[in-house]
């Protein structure tokens, strides 16, 4: 009984149980399912993109940031058109350089994208109107005849001559400056007025206060600003002692140059007030 436990014992221990492991392949559907997953989202950015909604999104977002713009920068003369990312500015500017100015807002309102703020234009046109010109003057009446004025005196005639040389002489190296815009005179061209109403106290007649402009802004409102700082200088000159009735103040705009409009320094040349005496 013991010799059979035994053997029974010890052919347990040197049976080995074989265990066999079949490799299977996984399904391939799940693969073809994440891959149309991600084909389709791709699809529905495309077709968002290239749909009218994601046109509308865009024009809504760029006409409202640029129109904000404009707004806060007291712009609010200024019509925005939108196709696209394309803006188109148009108004009628109240000054020079307004339109400028609103060109280069627009060129840098930012919209808010998926990838943070972008510049919400491309492209961005200013279309501004200009002020209408002025009817042309009524035809003057002819003159009325007259007897011929007498020569003036030679002592007169020097003593003007000699006005306009010191007039003249005074601008030549400096200019009155004024607030840049405005007819407002600024401070440090009141040394230049005590000499200039000194040398105007000699003149044996009138004398006219020319102001001139250069060409930028628009024609009227050069026009108007070159009489409004022709009549500072004349009330500046009365203030300083000159009888009223021997200035006259006349403005002439952009029509007489000293030099090209086409540079800066030209352009300086141009702003300018000049003093003539009468005969």
């Given at each position: 009984?013991?010799?059979?436990?035994?053997?029974?014992?010890?052919?347990?221990?040197?049976?080995?149980?074989?265990?066999?492991?079949?490799?299977?392949d996984?399904?391939?559907?799940?693969?073809v399912?994440?891959?149309l997953?991600?084909?389709?989202?791709?699809?529905?950015?495309?077709?968002?993109?290239?749909?009218?909604?994601a046109?509308?999104?865009?024009?809504?977002?760029?006409?409202q940031?640029?129109?904000?713009?404009?707004?806060?920068?007291?712009?609010?003369?200024?019509?925005?058109?939108?196709?696209?990312?394309?803006?188109?500015?148009?108004?009628?500017?109240?000054?020079?350089?307004?339109?400028?100015?609103?060109?280069?807002?627009?060129?840098?309102?930012?919209?808010?994208t998926?990838?943070?703020?972008?510049?919400c234009?491309?492209?961005?046109?200013?279309?501004?109107?200009?002020?209408?010109?002025?009817?042309?003057?009524?035809?003057?009446?002819?003159?009325?005849?007259?007897?011929?004025?007498?020569?003036?005196?030679?002592?007169?005639?020097?003593?003007?001559?000699?006005?306009?040389?010191?007039?003249?002489?005074?601008?030549?190296?400096?200019?009155?400056?004024?607030?840049?815009?405005?007819?407002?005179?600024?401070?440090?061209?009141?040394?230049?007025?005590?000499?200039?109403?000194?040398?105007?106290?000699?003149?044996?007649?009138?004398?006219?206060?020319?102001?001139?402009?250069?060409?930028?802004?628009t024609?009227?409102?050069?026009?108007?600003?070159?009489?409004?700082?022709?009549?500072?200088?004349?009330?500046?000159?009365?203030?300083?002692?000159?009888?009223?009735?021997?200035?006259?103040?006349?403005?002439?705009?952009?029509?007489?140059?000293?030099?090209?409009?086409?540079?800066?320094?030209?352009?300086?040349?141009?702003r300018?007030?000049?003093?003539?005496?009468?005969?």
């Amino acid at each position: 009984m013991v010799s059979n436990a035994a053997t029974y014992t010890a052919q347990r221990a040197v049976t080995t149980t074989r265990r066999f492991f079949v490799r299977r392949d996984p399904p391939v559907w799940p693969f073809v399912w994440r891959g149309l997953l991600s084909a389709l989202g791709l699809a529905a950015l495309a077709w968002f993109a290239l749909s009218p909604f994601a046109r509308d999104w865009v024009e809504t977002a760029v006409r409202q940031q640029t129109r904000a713009d404009l707004d806060a920068a007291g712009l609010q003369w200024v019509d925005v058109e939108v196709s696209g990312q394309n803006v188109l500015l148009s108004g009628r500017p109240p000054q020079a350089g307004a339109g400028e100015r609103a060109v280069q807002l627009a060129w840098a309102s930012s919209c808010p994208t998926w990838i943070g703020p972008q510049l919400c234009a491309v492209d961005v046109q200013g279309r501004f109107a200009t002020a209408a010109a002025p009817p042309p003057p009524a035809a003057p009446p002819p003159p009325a005849k007259v007897e011929a004025a007498p020569t003036p005196a030679p002592a007169a005639r020097i003593a003007a001559v000699a006005c306009e040389q010191a007039l003249a002489g005074l601008l030549s190296g400096t200019r009155i400056l004024f607030a840049s815009g405005r007819a407002e005179i600024r401070s440090d061209s009141n040394a230049l007025l005590d000499k200039l109403a000194a040398a105007a106290r000699g003149c044996p007649a009138k004398v006219r206060i020319e102001g001139h402009t250069d060409k930028l802004g628009t024609e009227p409102f050069n026009q108007a600003l070159s009489t409004a700082r022709a009549a500072a200088v004349r009330d500046a000159l009365i203030a300083r002692g000159l009888a009223p009735d021997r200035l006259i103040a006349e403005g002439f705009g952009t029509t007489r140059p000293r030099a090209d409009n086409a540079s800066a320094s030209g352009r300086a040349a141009n702003r300018r007030i000049e003093l003539r005496p009468l005969d």
